[in-house]
């Protein structure tokens, strides 16, 4: 039987969220792996989440001077095993082939050292996968060609194509003829982890999918290059069984959703936040979904049952609050803002914690409306979250936008804290400036409201 190991590699940013760091992809490779006869480990490089201060990297020098103000982040940090220690615990594992997540451009930089590094000391096989995998294949293999193979596409349909080219599938593991696997039925192998290891304050957590795909068409986003366009959803009784499994054997009282677009199809979350209020098993459990909800199928009825499921707070994506703006870059907008507050209003009723999401620098955005937008949520009561207008390869932005070859080359800026894409509206300091000016209205609003609390 061959031995396969995963590894969720290090990275380098000024700041990380460790919610967002599960390696949940790993895990659905790993049951797709097993599944056909494989033993598998998972190295998961950032958990415990080790930091290192960095020097600044003179690409990141303009940032130099706002690193010392409030509100602002302080260091570069390296987060994770170094590379040397990760080349140390392969050398201890001896897999017969190693298999390596890369999500995310602004990452990969990290990815090419290991490679490099575990080429130089092991001749074992090295795959690389992921988002940015399925994004861009052919440059990745171009910029290190040290790499064996990149594999795009979901995991049960390039891996079963893989092994078998490569002749690495036995009789017993391999499928039949035409045979396909069905991610539906693929439970992730959580129990790969230790779970004391994954926490957030005292709960421990998970991260877990009910759906794929997203049929919207945001000029910002390159999802549909992963799962496509169409949207497809689990069974519910298969994440039921998924969440009650965990809650027995695992301790995990905090379920966090990672899909692109869950409340799509309103029928099937209504089914599902039934089956979990209702489900004795599940009993304390919280529902978040850290990527955000679409607003549009949200009204009373659908909060009230959030709110039975466990559901305490709601993040939700506005993006802009120009409708020309949002219109701009495809963004759906069935709701309009007198709607969209309107449910704003019944959210903070029933008590939910609001975390609204801005975007700040798409083209056509300006100074005055960000402000204006943000100033209307902080007066709804909500928080703003400011989430950088960064490049994602293959979205209809990077493909369009005329931008000089040190940004659009270096996948180093392809980052929100970065700060790298510059408009004809907003210019860099305009970016850092409304990022810090959210911030510290945020502070001032929460300052404010527990003044009031306890007077």
């Avoid at 940015?132 to 979901?154: H, N, W, Y």
Wanted: hydrophobic residues 40%; neutral net charge.
């Amino acid at each position: 039987m061959k031995r396969i190991l995963l590894i969720q590699p290090p990275l380098q940013d000024f700041y990380t969220t460790p919610i967002r760091l599960y390696p949940l992809g790993l895990l659905s490779v790993a049951s797709v792996l097993r599944t056909l006869g494989f033993e598998v480990e998972i190295l998961d490089c950032l958990n415990p989440l080790k930091r290192k201060f960095l020097p600044l990297p003179e690409k990141f020098s303009y940032l130099g001077p706002f690193l010392d103000q409030p509100y602002f982040f302080k260091r570069f940090q390296h987060f994770g095993l170094t590379v040397e220690q990760v080349v140390s615990r392969v050398g201890e594992l001896r897999p017969d082939l190693i298999a390596i997540n890369s999500s995310f451009a602004a990452y990969f930089s990290t990815v090419a050292e290991l490679v490099r590094a575990l080429k130089r000391k092991f001749n074992i096989p090295v795959l690389v996968g992921g988002n940015q995998a399925s994004c861009c294949r052919e440059e990745i293999k171009a910029r290190v060609p040290e790499i064996d193979r990149v594999l795009s596409g979901p995991a049960e349909s390039c891996l079963p194509s893989f092994l078998k080219k490569e002749g690495l599938l036995s009789v017993e593991g391999g499928l039949m003829e035409g045979q396909t696997l069905d991610w539906k039925k693929l439970r992730p192998a959580h129990e790969l982890l230790d779970p004391a290891l994954y926490r957030i304050g005292k709960k421990n957590y998970l991260s877990l999918q009910a759906s794929r795909g997203c049929p919207q068409n945001c000029s910002f986003c390159n999802v549909h290059l992963v799962f496509g366009r169409r949207t497809e959803y689990r069974p519910v009784s298969s994440v039921l069984e998924e969440m009650r499994w965990n809650y027995r054997c695992r301790g995990v009282r905090l379920f966090n959703f990672e899909d692109d677009n869950l409340a799509f199809d309103r029928n099937w979350l209504v089914e599902f936040l039934e089956a979990v209020a209702a489900d004795l098993e599940l009993e304390g459990s919280e529902l978040t979904f850290m990527n955000g909800l679409g607003y549009d199928n949200l009204d009373e009825e659908m909060l009230e049952l959030m709110k039975r499921a466990g559901v305490r707070k709601l993040d939700l994506s506005w993006v802009s609050g120009n409708p020309a703006v949002r219109h701009q870059h495809h963004r759906p907008q069935k709701k309009d803002e007198a709607e969209f507050f309107d449910l704003v209003r019944e959210a903070r009723r029933l008590g939910f914690f609001i975390t609204v999401y801005l975007i700040l620098g798409l083209p056509g955005q300006t100074r005055e409306e960000i402000v204006a937008t943000t100033e209307a949520l902080l007066e709804a009561g909500v928080l703003v979250g400011p989430s950088v207008f960064y490049l994602t390869p293959g979205s209809e932005l990077q493909r369009s936008l005329e931008l000089p070859p040190e940004i659009a080359g270096d996948w180093d800026m392809y980052r929100a804290t970065a700060f790298a894409v510059e408009t004809k509206e907003l210019k860099r300091r305009d970016l850092v400036e409304l990022f810090l000016y959210i911030r510290k209205r945020n502070l001032e609003r929460k300052t404010r409201a527990f003044r009031i609390s306890t007077s």
